[in-house]
């Protein structure tokens, strides 16, 4: 009698998980023809955000242009958060869960060129451009946002779907401060979304950790052949803080990464210079390590002002943990991207990244047909600061495809393609894995609840410290002066569009 009940039971069990899995498809389904449908309207947000080209802390006009954008489609949009101006918060619905989007829109310097034109030729010249991209993720966030908010409409769904803008990803900013500042407090899970030249999601360590800090010497001018013994040079304490370094390093790990560069190194061999400045990167493949090597520079520095004479002032300028992904909601993201498949290129498009891998001399292997192999994404060397996010909260990541492989960025050639159809399509399909992901943690607290206890285990061993120093400002100025400068000239070239979602 009993194995008769259990067998009923787990029947009606079984049907009732083909019913729900039915109904998420369905669901996801019906988001899909939401993003189809907008696909004009998700062009032209990737498209406008191109031409705005604002570099990190001065996306005012990008972040204007969302937030109009938004609040069109009903989303609640708070500027401001952390003490940053231009960090932009949407969001929609209500309780729990609350999922966060979490991604950045700023542009690098020199980066300008003419959409489409392999040779170099800068729209402005000098100016600042998208020569990563930036631009396709506020289309894909908005779009899967927008697909979210009308199936939550339509089948009443509870919880929330947000978006977190967060300032000069480029120059690894924002984050630590928006953590600090307790903004995904209340959040259940963050989707973290990067332009790639294909669809992948990792688990574990996707990236390194990073602290950039400025070291300033201060010592005392002199006369170099009058009376240099009554000198103290602080160009003497950046050369030899420099040499410190360079014998710690072979006592360091060999994963660890150090780069500097001197920018101010005095004015002419005559005047002793009562100022340096060099300007440190180091990095490593976790953050305790990294932290680790930073405190070691750090009495490197002291060393070399204590040998000086001089005095040493340090500035944190920025810092990353390195992003964790969370296998739970990779398994999800993976589930998505093998449902939705890589986006079908044109024998045209096909034909445009031959010769535009041809012309840089690279292989002409053409656009990417299936998306990178679960489990096949290695650590990467970079570092972004939305890794400290990932310390905070379960995090999934998606890199969506929509760039040309083989072209690098953080070079003008990769500001050639992202208002291209290649980069269309590839928005497009990057907003129904999210949207697609965003539906599944919305509708199932299982999913929620295991990725909660994936993260625990993942952060039992190494729990969150902030970088920043405890007095940390944002760094409101951070390049105004080059963003006004070139702003009037490029501001030329703005589409001038709405889009009108439907
Ligand atoms: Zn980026």
């Known amino acids: 009698m009993n194995r008769i009940l259990s067998a009923g039971l787990a029947a009606l069990g079984l049907l009732c998980s083909i019913v729900s899995e039915a109904q998420v498809d369905e669901r996801k ?57 231009t960090h932009l918060w ?18 690098l310097p020199e980066g300008s060129q003419t959409p489409g ?23 894909v966030a908005v779009a899967a946002a927008y697909a979210v908010k009308r199936v939550m409409e339509l089948y009443k769904l509870p919880g929330t779907v947000a978006i977190s803008f967060g300032p000069a990803e480029e120059q690894l900013v924002s984050r630590p401060f928006l953590v ?42 002199a006369h170099g052949a009058v009376n240099p013994w009554e000198g ?10 420099d040499m410190g370094f360079d014998k710690l390093r072979e006592h360091l790990r060999p994963s660890q990464r150090a780069h500097r560069t001197i920018t101010i190194g005095g004015i ?18 976790n953050a305790p390590w990294a932290k680790e090597n930073f405190d070691k520079l750090v009495d490197i520095a002291r060393g070399a002002a204590l040998m000086t004479g001089t005095t040493m002032e340090m500035e944190v300028v920025a810092s990353a943990w390195p992003q964790l992904g969370n296998r739970v909601l990779a398994e999800a993201i993976q589930k998505n991207i093998d449902l939705v498949g890589n986006p079908k290129w044109s024998a045209e498009e096909e034909k445009f990244a031959k010769d535009f891998q041809s012309a840089l001399g690279l292989k002409a292997v ?65 907003a129904k894995v999210l949207a697609a992901s965003l539906l599944d943690l919305l509708t199932s607290p299982a999913l929620v609840a295991k990725a909660k206890e994936q993260f625990r285990e993942d952060t039992r061993d190494t729990p969150y410290f902030s970088f920043l120093p405890a007095d940390a400002k944002p760094p409101l100025e951070l390049n105004r002066e080059m963003m006004e400068r070139f702003r009037p000239e490029m501001r030329k ?10």
């Open 90 to 107: 949407a969001q929609w619905g209500s309780g729990k869960p609350l999922i966060v989007i979490v991604t950045e829109i700023d542009a």
């Open 268 to 285: 002419q061999p005559n005047i002793i210079p009562d100022l340096g400045q060099i300007w440190w990167f180091v990095r490593d493949a």
């Open 29 to 85: 389904q019906i988001a899909f023809d939401i993003i189809e449908r907008n696909a004009d309207q998700i062009a032209t947000v990737g498209d406008v955000l191109y031409y705005h080209a604002e570099l990190g802390m001065q996306e005012l006009e990008s972040t204007k242009f969302l937030q109009e954008t938004l609040e069109a489609v009903g989303f609640k949009v708070e500027m401001g958060g952390a003490g940053f101006p």
């Open 180 to 221: 600090r500042a307790g903004l995904f407090k209340d959040a259940d899970a963050a989707l973290i979304i990067h332009i790639g030249d294909n669809f992948s999601t990792g688990h574990g360590l996707q990236n390194y950790a990073a602290i950039s800090a400025k070291f300033t010497f201060h010592g005392k001018t």
């Open 366 to 430: 053409g656009l990417n047909a299936s998306p990178v192999k679960f489990g096949a994404r290695p650590q990467a060397f970079a570092s972004n600061d939305s890794g400290d996010v990932t310390w905070n909260l379960p995090t999934g990541n998606l890199n969506f495809p929509a760039s040309v492989p083989g072209v690098n960025y953080h070079n003008w050639q990769a500001a050639v393609t992202p208002t291209s159809s290649i980069a269309h399509k590839g928005e497009v399909a990057g």
């Open 232 to 241: 103290r040079d602080a160009v003497d304490a950046v050369e030899l803080m």
């Open 117 to 139: 034109s392999i040779e170099r030729k800068p729209l402005v010249k000098g100016a600042p451009g998208h020569m990563e991209g930036h631009n396709t993720h506020g289309a």
């Open 493 to 502: 070239h703005y589409l001038n569009r709405t889009p009108q979602f439907n």
